[in-house]
């Protein structure tokens, strides 16, 4: 069974750059594509951005001036990096491993970030 | 952007009645690209359908999906205690994707 865990700091300073890496266990990156999604806390979901095992990528253009997403096969992760943060990006982020469709099959259970200085 | 509205906002029944959830968009979307999540508090969203009407693995057949064009219904035959929590749709045709703002299915 395909497990996704989310890993990165849980407190990140206003401007700064918040970094999170997504790790694949127990099944192969490669073939899939894996996407990024945030819920500010009691607020609906935000799709971010997805990335391919082979590296091409989609964002969010409402997030696409500081959003970067990549992979690291050899290492079964992808990352996420949102540039200059503000308290708005103050969420729960999830990765996710997509179906032939787009829709997320799959997802971490989700870390908090919080920006605050 | 396709925006997803989702109706009603909070929808309060007790189990064994069915329950009936809209998503409505502002543009067509492909059925093939329709999906419906269940999140209950404090966890990650769960995948029920995708395609509009095909059930994920492990779904149970009292929830089924149906709809096309910018009308789509997730329908949930007769409610069980694990159900109440908040669902949202999802349009994964257009770039961006976007989910609607949920609907709360609460226990009366």
């Known amino acids: 069974q395909v497990q996704l865990q989310e890993s990165g700091p849980g407190l990140v300073k206003p401007s700064e750059t918040l970094s999170l890496t997504c790790t694949v266990s127990d099944g192969s990156i490669s073939s899939y594509y894996w996407s990024w999604i945030r819920q500010p806390p009691g607020e609906g979901l935000e799709w971010i951005g997805y990335?391919?095992?082979?590296?091409?990528?989609n964002y969010n253009p409402s997030l696409k001036s500081r959003v970067t997403i990549s992979v690291d096969t050899s290492k079964k992760q992808f990352s996420l990096k949102l540039s200059s943060v503000t308290a708005a990006d103050t969420a729960v982020y999830y990765c996710?491993?997509?179906?032939?469709?787009?829709?997320?099959?799959?997802w971490g259970q989700g870390t908090l970030v919080t920006v605050s200085s | 952007e396709i925006v997803l509205t989702q109706s009603p906002g909070t929808l309060s029944l007790s189990p064994g009645e069915r329950a009936t959830l809209s998503c409505r968009a502002s543009?067509?979307?492909?059925?093939?690209?329709l999906a419906w999540y269940q999140q209950k508090p404090g966890q990650a969203p769960r995948l029920l359908i995708y395609g509009a009407s095909s059930r994920a693995t492990g779904i149970p057949d009292r929830f089924s999906g149906s709809g096309s064009g910018t009308d789509f219904t997730l329908t949930i035959s007769r409610l069980e205690p694990e159900d109440f929590a908040v669902y949202h749709c999802q349009q994964c045709g257009s770039s961006p994707y976007s989910f609607g703002q949920g609907t709360k299915l609460e226990i009366q």
């Open positions: 990335i391919s095992y082979s590296g091409s990528t």
């Open positions: 543009q067509s979307v492909s059925s093939s690209y």
């Open positions: 996710a491993r997509d179906g032939s469709y787009g829709d997320h099959v799959i």
